[in-house]
């Protein structure tokens, strides 16, 4: 892990595995899903993925998700939310109405306990993460 600077609504952003996440929670979710996939829970952990909004194929946005997976055969797509602003109500509401996609809104209370202090822990500390070893170098 590694702690980047502060985003818009005071989200510290963090890298984790190479990937820049938005917020501390957004990687505690990645590091809970990461660890569901290894477990078998789920397959096909995608993170930030792309999905063009479009109506009769004219293009009317972009949504990039969270994260998606599969579980049980059916695509999950997720967004972790520590507020919900207007812009991805549209978004979540046109994925839906026009591509039938449902979006999944993750909040602090939806992620595990364990994965909640390290989301914690990363915002005081802000040091490298070291995922070999479960801890704060």
């Known amino acids: 892990f590694k702690a980047e600077a502060a985003g818009r609504y005071g989200a510290k952003r963090v890298r984790i595995d190479g990937i820049l996440f938005d917020s501390t929670l957004e990687g505690a979710r990645y590091l809970e899903l990461r660890d569901r996939e290894k477990k078998g829970l789920l397959t096909g952990l995608e993170c930030q993925k792309v999905f063009k909004i479009q109506s009769e194929g004219k293009p009317i946005c972009a949504y990039i998700a969270d994260f998606v997976y599969t579980v049980n055969g059916e695509q999950i797509v997720e967004d972790v ?3 919900t602003l207007l812009t991805f109500k549209m978004k979540q509401t046109l994925l839906k109405v026009l591509h039938g996609i449902d979006v999944q809104v ?3 209370k939806d992620i595990v306990n364990g994965y909640q202090k390290l989301a914690a822990d990363i915002r005081e500390f802000g040091r490298d993460y070291d995922t070999e070893k479960e801890a704060f170098k």
Request: glycine share 16%.
């Open 81 to 83: 939310k520590g507020m």
């Open 106 to 108: 993750i909040k602090t």
